[in-house]
């Protein structure tokens, strides 16, 4: 599927901000893949938070840091079947999880045949515009 | 706490839909309710609480356990819906008991019903109400596209293959097409090749491995009471114990969690869920183990799910549900039947009432009254509701016997 045609962008869904995550969406307008770390116990956090640490319970201790973008599929799936037509033009898609460098994880597409998919294959970040988003997308790295 | 034989379902009713019968979630709950009524021998002005799980997909009005409440002129001293997710339809129980205990309730009722292939257009709304809505829904997911998540882990971690998944999905159909109101009845035995052999909904989960809408329409009410009140009922059911656990919402969250309890085992993962958590809390309270069950009636949606789930429920090791599949235990004569009216992969799934027809199943079963193939002797049920992106989980341990 690696140049499936691309249907008619708006179609297909925009996220739904939260107020945390602003910063994340600007980012990535500027091609920048950014994610939180807690400074006192140093975990990689994801998706964003307000000021309040879910792994040490410490508040007022969270920054945001870039990412590589570099990452492995943790897992996976060959999507046949389309949630709405928007995605018809799509089928056969990659979804998955991605754990990246930074130890923190994602959930995204992942671009690239479907018979190459497996288990810690390498990915790293690319991006789609949509609409007036910009949203993060893997590529298998061969 | 040891429950005892604290409280009992003391009357049971469900009730049926489909196209040629078309009915919505209020006519099934009422029709439910009526024979649930009739068979506890009392009136509705007996009842004084009432619980459902989460509004029906087929009437999502807010506040749908006041709307049925008020549709039956049945005033109470609390009527309240238990939404996290499916496994609030199996906690309703639990909720019940706790309040027969205290003594503020005489009668509980606790009913739902759902008519969702009948009355929604269902290809699109699944993923849209459980999928992260910023971090999951852009990209295009379904639900079994989610669940697939958890299966290809499993799979990778456990050598367990596809034909494996296939096996579950032919031994559930070996029920299935016994019970009357199955869902994929009408298309007879199956084996591993038909499974096989029908197209990926998401890889690795082909057709026959996700559950299937249907029947239309489905409802299950019972009236819960006290012990005193259960001694003088036709056919009692005690309810011994029950658990539960809710550990995330978005998948995407139960990859971020870190904090909980050791049963998961070490996180992230996607093969270990907080029904572990809810089975342990059930036995404990009815001073049992998993070897003292009969029978179990699961949240099996997808063919993995169904070895997961026996899994966290104690009934094998972890990642080593197979074997039992392949023992043979949980066929139809087997020594561990499971999921006897064919469960959520081939009974199907009405809506957010599958999580009822499973306690619906179970009861019958121990009432010596079951629609499709019967589990002789059967004293000893336990059964699993479980919502979401596995993420909350609800278990009620059912005997028709005083312990
Ligand atoms: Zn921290």
Redesign the pocket.
């Known amino acids: 599927m690696t140049q499936a045609p691309q249907p008619a962008i708006q179609e297909l869904p925009l996220p739904q901000v939260t107020q945390d995550a602003l910063p994340y969406w600007e980012a990535l307008k500027e091609e920048k893949l950014i994610f939180q770390r807690?400074?006192?116990?140093?975990?990689a956090?994801f998706p964003p938070r307000s000021d309040f640490?879910?792994?040490?319970?410490?508040y007022g201790?969270?920054e945001w840091e870039q990412s590589t973008g570099h990452g492995k599929v943790y897992s996976f799936s060959v999507v046949e079947r389309p949630p709405t037509s928007a995605w018809n033009d799509r089928v056969p898609y990659n979804l998955g999880f991605i754990w990246l460098d930074e130890d923190w994880v994602i959930f995204s597409e992942i671009r690239g045949a479907s018979k190459d998919m497996a288990i810690d294959a390498s990915v790293s970040v690319e991006y789609e515009t949509r609409g007036d988003f910009v949203l993060p997308i893997f590529n298998l790295r061969t | 706490m040891k429950l005892g034989n604290a409280a009992a379902i003391i009357g049971f009713g469900d009730a049926y839909a489909d196209e040629n019968n078309k009915r919505d979630p209020l006519q099934l709950a009422t029709e439910a309710t009526a024979i649930a009524l009739a068979d506890a021998g009392i009136e509705k002005t007996d009842v004084d609480t009432l619980f459902t799980g989460r509004a029906p997909w087929a009437d999502c009005r807010p506040q749908w356990n006041n709307i049925f409440a008020s549709h039956l002129q049945m005033p109470v001293i609390i009527s309240s819906e238990i939404t996290f997710h499916g496994a609030g339809v199996n906690a309703m129980l639990g909720f019940a008991v706790e309040k027969i205990v205290t003594g503020r309730a005489d009668y509980v009722l606790c009913v739902q019903s759902d008519a969702t292939p009948l009355f929604v257009d269902t290809v699109a709304m699944g993923a849209a109400t459980d999928a992260d809505p910023q971090f999951e829904y852009p990209y295009g997911p379904t639900i079994p596209a989610l669940y697939a998540q958890w299966a290809c882990r499993y799979m990778h971690e456990f050598g367990i293959t596809e034909e494996d998944l296939a096996m579950v999905a032919v031994q559930h159909q070996d029920w299935g097409i016994h019970h009357p109101k199955a869902a994929k009845r009408r298309f007879g035995k199956i084996d591993i090749e038909t499974v096989m052999n029908s197209p990926y909904i998401a890889s690795p989960l082909r057709r026959w491995m996700c559950a299937t809408w249907g029947p239309g329409g489905t409802a299950g009410a019972f009236i819960v009471a006290s012990a005193e009140k259960a001694a003088s009922a036709r056919a009692p059911i005690y309810i011994s114990g029950y658990g539960s656990y809710s550990t995330h919402e978005y998948l995407i969250e139960r990859m971020a969690l870190r904090n909980a309890p050791a049963s998961l085992g070490p996180l992230p993962n996607l093969n270990t869920t907080g029904l572990t958590e809810a089975a342990a809390q059930a036995y404990e309270m009815a001073d049992m183990r998993p070897d003292d069950m009969d029978m179990v009636q699961l949240s099996g949606n997808f063919a993995h799910t169904v070895l997961m789930e026996m899994e966290d429920l104690g009934f094998a090791k972890k990642g080593k549900a197979m074997d039992l599949v392949r023992s043979g235990a949980m066929e139809p004569g087997g020594s561990l039947p499971v999921d006897t009216n064919g469960g959520w992969l081939s009974f199907g799934q009405p809506g957010i009432s599958c999580t009822v027809d499973s306690i619906v199943e179970a009861v019958r079963q121990l009432r010596g009254d079951a629609m499709g193939l019967a589990v002789p002797g059967a004293e000893r049920a336990i059964v699993y509701g479980g919502g979401g992106m596995l993420a909350c989980h609800a278990v009620s341990i059912l005997s028709n016997k005083a312990s």
């Open positions: 807690c400074t006192s116990c140093k975990s956090i640490c879910p792994y040490c319970n410490t201790q969270i």
